[in-house]
Structures are given as C-alpha cells and as structure tokens.
C-alpha cells in the first residue's frame, strides 16, 4: 500500500468533541414540553409556578427511585400545570419530567412505592398508566372518537335549538330552553366543568376554571342559551384543536414508526424467518428483499443495490449499496435483494437517535415561548381582576343594573382566556422541527430553531465541510524533457494500483478517465509505510512517494526543489515520481470545493450573514480555496490547532451570534464555544448526531440557507399568531364595553383564534421540500 505523506499543514482530529454547552446554551430539558393534544391552552404551567424549577441534575437524582406513567389526558399545559402544582406538595417528590406530546410524566423520588403519587394524580381526575423506562409510549389513539362525535352533534342541536328559541321570543329561563340548555351541558359539556371543579379545588386558575364560571355566571343570570352555546363552542374548539394538533404530533411520531417491527432474520440452518426486531441481536444477518425498509442500522455482506434514505437524510436520490457498503433502518430497498449484518439493534439506530433527539427537541422551550408563558402568568390575573371590578364596580357607583355589568364581566372573563396565545408558540415550534426533520436538518429545541435567525457570523470548517474532503489530482509537471505528463501519470498510477491510500486512489482515479491504456504491471513492488512505494518496470527502478522518499533515495536536486516550492505555495500536496534516482515528475493533488459550495455561501451572504473560513492547512492552501468559493482573503483564519478556532470564534462572538458549521468531530472546542454548533453529515457519525444542537443529515451544505429561511419563516408565523391572538381580544373587549358583546362571541372569538394560530403554526409542515 502506498503510504504518501500528507504533507501541507496539521490536520488535527478529536473523535470525541465533548460539546460543552457551558458557554451559554440553555437546556430546558423535559420540564416544560410542547403542547401536542387537545387543549384551549389556558395559562402556561407558569401561571401556577412563575419560576419553573430547572433541569434536575445527576447528583440530585441520585439515590432517588423513579416511576414513569403513561396519562392520556395529559396533553395540553392546562393538565401538566395541574399535576405540577398537585404533586410538587406531594412529600418525597424530587423532580418532575414532563413529555406533553407522548403523554409521559417521569417522577424521581423518595417514597417508598409509588401509591401515593398514583393516588395524587388521580386527584387531578387523570389516571396513570405505569409504563417500563425503556417501553415505547402507547400507540396514538384517534384524535377524536366516534361517541364523542355524536354527542358533541347532538348537544350542539341543543345548543342552536336553545338559541333559537330564545331569539323566536321565547322566554329564556322557560322549560324547554332549559331542557335544551342541560341536555348540552350534559352531552359536551361535563369535562370542562369536571376539570373547572378540579382546578377550583386546586387553588389553579386556567382555561377550565374561567369557561365554568362564564357557564354558571350565565345560568344565574337566567341566560340558559348562552350557557349552552358557550360550553358547547368551547367543546368545539377543543375537538378541532385536537385534530390540528395531532398532525404535530405525528409528524414527530412518524420519525420513529419509519423502521418496520418485523425482519428476515438467517436462522441457524440457513433458511430466513420473520422475526420481532425487538428480538434480533448484534451480529445477526438479515436479508432485506426489493421494496422493504431496511429494519435496522447494519452492513451490506450480498447483493447490491440502490435505496432511498430521504426519510434519514432529505436526499430524494436513490443511493447505490454493494458490499460493505452501510444501511441505515428506515431507507426504503430498491430492485436488488440484499443481505446485511446487524451493527445497531433497536432502540440504539441513527433512527431511533433521531426519533429520541426530536422528542427532546419539542420538550425544550424555546425563548419566545417562554416569555408567552411569563406573559400569560401576568395577563390571566390582571384581566380576570378587571372582569370582576367591571362587573361589580359600575353598579355600587351607580352607572347602571347590575345584571347588564355583571353580563359584561363574564364576557371579559371568557376574553381572559390566553388559549390562542399560549399554545400559538408550541405548535409552531413544533412544526417547525418536524419540517426541518422532513428535509434531514435535525434541530435539537426551539431555542436553536429561533437563534438560527440571529445568527450575524457564520464560521465553516474548509476540510470536508465546504470541500470533499478528498484529494483530485490538479496537475502534472513532467521534470523530464523525454518524459510526457500522461506519461508520468500512467506510470503514478501503475504503482499506485491496489493502494487504499487517498492520494494513491486519486491518481488512479485521474488515470482511469484517460481510457485505452491499461496499467504496466509492477514487479518487485515494495511499501514504505509513511514513504511510498518502490517496484521495478522496464529494467528500471521506480519509485512513488513523498519528499522524504525522495531525500531518501538521493533524487533531490535544485530545479526539483524550486518546482515543488511553487507548487506548494499554491497550496497542493506533492507526490514524487523517481526512475533510478532521478525527480521524473510532480504529481499535485488538492481537495475539491463541493459543488454547490460557492452557491450556497454567496445565498448566505446574500441573507446578511458574515462568513468566515477555519482551517488547519497552510494558509496558502486555505487561501486558493477561498478564491474559488469566492470568500474575500480577510474572511480565512489558517493555519490553525484547535485551539485557535476556539479563540477564532470567541474573537467573532464579540461581533454577534457566531454558528460553526463542521463535520461534528472534529473542531470540537470550536463547535462547543460557538452559539450554535452545525454538524455536517451527521447521518454518517452518532457522535455528531448526539452533540450538534443541529445535524444536517447528509453532506449538503445547501440546507444552510433553508436553514435559516425556516427559522425566519417560523419568526414570521410567531409574530402573526401572537398578533391574531391579542388583535381578536381586543377587538371583542371594545365591542363588550361598548354593548354590542356576547358570551358566545367572545367563545367563537377565541376558538376561532386558537384554531388560526394552530393552522397558521401547521403551515410550515405544508412547505414545500427543496429540490435535490
């Protein structure tokens, strides 16, 4: 094998990059999850404990025993600010995990058994389903079912009935618009009033408490119509916010349901059978047939083939597979029959990394949602204290009955509700990340899917991050008068034959688009590890390899020397051909910018970013490479260690948010300083995937700009629902005070703003992917 020196500059590699969020990176963990079920919103759990506790810590937990329950009626901040504030007086409890989109609360804790928080959270009127630490949540049940349909449609018959009658003339307190007005209640309108009695007992001020006192304020004020039309617009609008937001949570879902739950698994006496993949170990051999998914992460040992991994990486072009080759669970097989080795089994693929990175993506609370939740906290009180002193106020000073303000204050009261605008934020940070997900840029919370957009410089690694990352031979420079440049190739790459060596490949590469003449066979062929080769063709000695090879063999000379000084400082690696102790020719090999490199950094200056280029090479090399991406020669930083990058970025970080763009193992200091660390190929390395706050599944650098197009995209559909969600508020409250408000307005207003918000969010799942 050849052993050619890479000879110009350091190339420092640390396979270990411990990220290090210490610089100011803020991790939520699970404390506070995403909405992901049917919910009206109501006041954020912040509402109930403005200061949420932080992250529990590893020494914290220690010691501690844990139980983790399944709660179907946990999906929305409403139940979660219920249990929290419900179990944190719960003795013994230590910290509390939330995952809102996969129903599962994680409680660490000192009590002897679990008896006591099972009965605390069925006080809430939720019930616990245990569940194993490592068991996989329930399958998804039907957002809405079949009897809740009916009833919702016969007690909203009710409802309009009562309406109508009502406004016919009848009286409103009569018998019959009372029997219509109960029979809805009784038919949509039970689990609101349910939870409004758990929260009042509860001391917890949410979205149910408010609509039962908007429904009892309404009855004792003789107006059964409104009671009815308003228990039955809230029921409504939870049921269509259910089926919204169950495509969220699908579209996180579906990450995970990519692999399928069985595989042809080679049994001992050769023969193949359909088996759990639970139940296939490391090692084991499998054979994936033509239009299956790969069931889990493994190498090809027969056959080949092409698959399609857009579902890992966004790549819509089929991949081509031989042996040797690896196979990521998920990928869709194409024509050709193949068999693999096992080398993840499930639970531990790069899909269930990025199934389990997601999920952690959507319980991390992004910066704008928590100031949502701060703000909710503030605003639920102060208008629910201005419902009540508008309801009593004005008739102690005498400004009119109290029946007319006593109706206006129940009217504030319902516009009190923050639904629209606390659950505008998750849902659309959630369709967010699931629209990243879907192009194979995996983002690790809201808080990097919103910094994204901030960001004024960006740093990119040169060596496989906006190069290949492997060497093309650029030149041949024959020193030889007898000797032809084509010729000095074809006796390179006869040499070079058979060598795995980088350099060693890229000359036969080189060689083999030059068609019609096959390689001389070498005799006598000799390795020199960290030198070169050594063989004998045509009665001559010959020999390949670096400088040191040929100090070694005597074959310096002058014209030599200045030839590869020039050569070098326009940043090549050089390989020596010698005949008998003689220079014949230089043979210079660069690495190759990737094809859409210099587009795709011209887009991002384009979108106001700053770009910097970090290197290890010299900088001549770093240099010429810049010129062909068209990066100024101010925006390159080489030759640099480790080290350097890190201070490279520091020094940046003074002019604004910095990202780095590298492979995600290498520059490790660098990434971890940075505000955002981007790992290149993370498809291709667990380790990226585990420690990058966003891995872009697959080597593309154009998915830097949709990057950051989706980050403003998503900055622009939060303003719009916080807009929609106030701008509707405000509207109904002027029309109140002015007498030209109702109860069932003021419910129609904010589940038709709470069902804008959550489409307008779902919006960024329907973006159309970007061309391959």
């Not at 995952?99 to 009590?111: F, M, Q, V």
């Amino acid at each position: 094998m050849a052993q050619h020196e890479h000879t110009h500059g350091p190339q420092v590699e640390d396979h270990t990059h411990p990220h290090d969020h210490s610089h100011g990176h803020d991790h939520g963990h699970h404390h506070h999850a995403h909405e992901g079920g049917a919910c009206c919103g109501g006041p954020a759990p912040a509402a109930v404990a403005p200061s949420a506790p932080a992250a529990p810590t590893e020494p914290e937990l220690a010691g501690t025993n844990h139980h983790r329950y399944f709660i179907a009626g946990m999906d929305c901040p409403t139940e979660e600010g219920l249990l929290r504030r419900r179990l944190q007086r719960q003795e013994g409890v230590v910290a509390l995990q939330f995952d809102l989109i996969n129903r599962i609360l994680d409680i660490h804790h000192r009590l002897p058994d679990d008896a006591a928080l099972r009965a605390a959270i069925a006080d809430t009127g939720m019930r616990p389903e245990p569940m194993a630490r490592s068991a996989p949540p329930p399958a998804a049940q039907p957002a809405i079912s079949t009897s809740l349909r009916w009833r919702m449609a016969a007690a909203g018959l009710a409802a309009v009935a009562a309406e109508a009658l009502a406004f016919a003339g009848w009286n409103e307190s009569g018998p019959l618009v009372i029997a219509l007005a109960l029979a809805t209640m009784l038919l949509g309108g039970l689990p609101t009033l349910r939870k409004g009695w758990i929260a009042l007992r509860s001391f917890t001020l949410n979205i149910h408490l408010l609509m039962s006192l908007a429904v009892i304020g309404a009855v004792a004020l003789g107006q059964w119509p409104e009671a009815a039309m308003v228990v039955w617009l809230f029921g409504l609008s939870e049921m269509i916010e259910s089926l919204s937001l169950s495509r969220a949570r699908d579209a996180i879902r579906a990450l995970a349901q990519l692999a399928p739950e069985t595989a042809w698994l080679q049994t001992p006496d050769g023969q193949f059978a359909r088996q759990p993949v639970e139940q296939v170990s490391q090692g084991a051999v499998l054979r994936v047939p033509p239009g299956e998914r790969v069931p889990l992460d493994g190498t090809v040992t027969q056959g080949r083939s092409s698959l399609n991994e857009a579902a890992l990486t966004g790549e819509a072009m089929p991949v081509d597979k031989a042996p040797g080759d690896p196979l990521l669970a998920g990928s869709v097989n194409g024509d050709g029959l193949l068999l693999m080795q096992v080398t993840s089994t499930k639970g531990h693929t790069l899909l269930d990394r990025m199934a389990q990175a997601v999920q952690q993506a959507q319980s991390q609370r992004a910066p704008s949602q928590a100031f949502i939740d701060r703000f909710a906290a503030v605003y639920t009180p102060a208008v629910v204290l201005l419902a009540l002193a508008l309801a009593v106020l004005p008739p102690l000073l005498g400004w009119g009955g109290w029946h007319e303000w006593l109706y206006k204050g129940l009217v504030l009261l319902v516009i009190a509700c923050p639904c629209a605008l606390v659950i505008s934020t998750p849902v659309t940070i959630v369709s967010g990340l699931a629209a990243a997900a879907r192009r194979g840029i995996l983002i690790k919370g809201g808080l990097y899917l919103e910094r994204v957009r901030q960001l004024r410089t960006l740093a990119l690694d040169k060596t496989g991050t906006l190069t290949e990352g492997r060497p093309n031979l650029v030149t041949v420079q024959s020193l030889d008068p007898s000797l032809h440049a084509d010729d000095a190739l074809h006796l390179a790459a006869s040499l070079d034959a058979g060598s795995a060596h980088p350099l060693a490949q890229a000359i036969v590469a080189a060689q083999a688009e030059r068609p019609g003449r096959a390689l001389a066979a070498v005799a006598h062929l000799q390795n020199h590890p960290g030198l070169g080769v050594i063989g004998q063709l045509d009665q001559h000695r010959y020999a390949l390899g670096n400088e040191r090879l040929a100090e070694q063999q005597g074959a310096m000379n002058e014209p030599a020397r200045a030839a590869a000084a020039a050569l070098q400082a326009q940043g090549h690696t050089l390989v020596w051909l010698m005949r008998d102790h003689t220079v014949l020719a230089l043979l210079a090999l660069a690495d190759t910018p990737r094809p859409a490199a210099a587009a795709t950094l011209a887009a991002l200056k384009a979108r106001g970013l700053s770009l910097v280029m970090l290197s290890g090479d010299h900088r001549a090399s770093a240099q010429a490479m810049a010129a062909r991406l068209g990066l100024p020669e101010a925006a390159v930083h080489a030759p640099l260690l480790p080290q350097d990058k890190l201070d490279a970025v520091a020094s940046l970080s003074a002019q604004g948010p910095v990202g780095m763009v590298g492979d995600g193992v290498n520059d490790a200091p660098a990434m971890a300083r940075a505000d955002i660390a981007i790992a290149m190929g993370a498809a291709g390395s667990a380790t990226a995937l585990e420690t990058a706050d966003i891995a872009l599944m697959r080597d593309d650098l154009t998915q830097l700009p949709a990057l950051l197009d989706l980050s403003r995209r998503t900055a622009r559909v939060l303003t719009q629902n916080i807009v929609v969600a106030l701008g509707l508020k405000v509207v109904v409250a002027a029309l109140t005070l002015a007498g030209l408000g109702s109860l069932w307005l003021a419910v129609l207003a904010d589940a038709g703003a709470s069902l804008l918000v959550v489409l307008n969010g779902l919006r960024l799942l329907r973006e159309e992917r970007p061309a391959s």
